[in-house]
């Protein structure tokens, strides 16, 4: 079942990229039910990454972003392991703590997450996917080294700088509550990307909720990989 899920994913994947794409690693098979096994899963694959018999356990830089949203569950003090997670720095947190002294790891949770109260009382949960903020939050992680990398064409990083912050400033819509009640005013989704050259070896993909950012977004990351090695 979850072979064919990912074959899927992968074939879509491929059909917007316009080349064959397909994941170079996944988490181990586990029966996750709740919000801290799935965490506690994905900390597993950090640990074997960046353990003591991983390959990143001797330094090199490792940038971990995570996109998840924990079987829609609110970050509000659930155990893993000894750990509260309470907020995303405190997840952040863990899967820093499940790599060796040694290793140079950062990490960045972008929580997919929404909740409000309707006007009767209802509490609504949603996993609100990649939204504007979202995608901004993950391309802003992803793209800082790049950006600062000595070996990127200044001219070159200023325009993609000058470029993103014109698309950030489109109005969007006020609130996911809206996109909700209103679907046919949600902004169309794309996953776009193009190979960054210029900029090192790095690259990046995202999902995104308005097709105008998709168009900005000129790295290319491979959608829900666990870690990208640095560019730098």
């Known amino acids: 079942q979850h072979a064919n899920r990912v074959r899927k994913l992968e074939a879509e994947v491929s059909k917007h990229l316009d080349c064959t794409f397909t994941f170079d690693a996944r988490t181990a098979p586990a029966n996750e039910r709740n919000a801290s096994d799935r965490l506690r899963c994905i900390g597993d694959y950090v ?27 609110p970050l509000n003090g659930w155990a893993c392991g000894n750990a509260r997670i309470d907020s995303t720095a405190a997840a952040e ?9 040694s290793a140079n790891i950062q990490a960045k949770l972008v929580h997919t997450y929404h909740e409000w109260k309707s006007p009767t009382g209802l509490r609504v949960q949603i996993g609100a996917g990649l939204s504007h903020t979202f995608a901004k939050q993950a391309f802003e ?4 080294p790049i950006i600062a990398a ?9 325009k993609m700088q000058q470029q993103i912050q014109s698309r950030m400033a489109v109005p969007v819509q006020k609130s996911i509550e809206e996109e ?3 679907p046919s005013e949600r902004p169309s989704m ?9 900029v090192g070896t790095a690259a990046t993909a995202c999902t995104l909720a308005q ?22």
Do not use: Q
């Open 141 to 144: 992680f992803l793209a800082a």
């Open 211 to 232: 097709t105008r950012l998709a168009e900005s977004i000129t790295s290319a990351l491979p959608w829900l990989a666990v870690y990208l090695p640095c560019a730098v």
């Open 47 to 73: 640990e074997s990454l960046c353990g003591p018999n991983g390959r990143f356990h001797d330094g090199r830089p490792l940038r971990c972003l995570l996109l998840e949203d924990f079987f829609i569950t």
């Open 180 to 182: 909700v009640k209103v």
């Open 190 to 198: 794309r996953l776009t990307a193009k190979h960054m050259d210029k």
């Open 93 to 101: 947190a863990y899967l820093k703590s499940r790599a060796s002294a």
């Open 150 to 158: 000595k070996s990127a064409p200044l001219s070159f990083a200023g």
